[in-house]
Nanobody, 128 residues
């Protein structure tokens, strides 16, 4: 396991934007798959976006395509989730997650159970 610290959550109005961050010092990013997940009250944790294959591939949940962007900074020390056009249904606790991945992985690990390192979560609340 690695220590992940996510931040950036806030309360915004519908149509607004937020940028979440996830810091994980002291690791080689290219050896990991990285994901953002979210969990709303009373619902299961669900995948939002995955960055895998040493960052060469990205996968998004259908409900965020065109609105959210997963990225890493040039030094590859921080993972981001840029969220635009936020909707009330995006309200949830957002978590970054990581797992060791073979370079050349062709399928994104989408299930939360596949990840063994998690951030503490950051709350996003979108009002209408």
């Amino acid at each position: 396991q690695i220590l992940l610290v996510d931040s950036g959550g806030d309360a915004v109005q519908a149509g607004g934007s937020l940028k979440l961050s996830c810091d994980a010092d002291g690791i080689t990013y290219r050896h990991y798959c990285w994901g953002w997940f979210r969990q709303a009250p009373g619902k299961e944790r669900e995948v939002v976006a995955i960055r895998y294959n040493a960052g060469a591939n990205i996968a998004y949940a259908d409900f965020v395509k065109g609105r959210f962007t997963i990225a890493q900074d040039s030094a590859k020390t921080t993972l981001y989730l840029q969220m635009n056009e936020l909707r009330p249904e995006d309200t949830a606790m957002y978590y970054c997650a990581a797992k060791r991945c073979r370079i050349g992985t062709t399928e994104p690990p989408l299930a939360p159970s596949e990840y063994n390192s998690w951030g503490q979560g950051t709350q996003v609340t979108v009002s209408s």
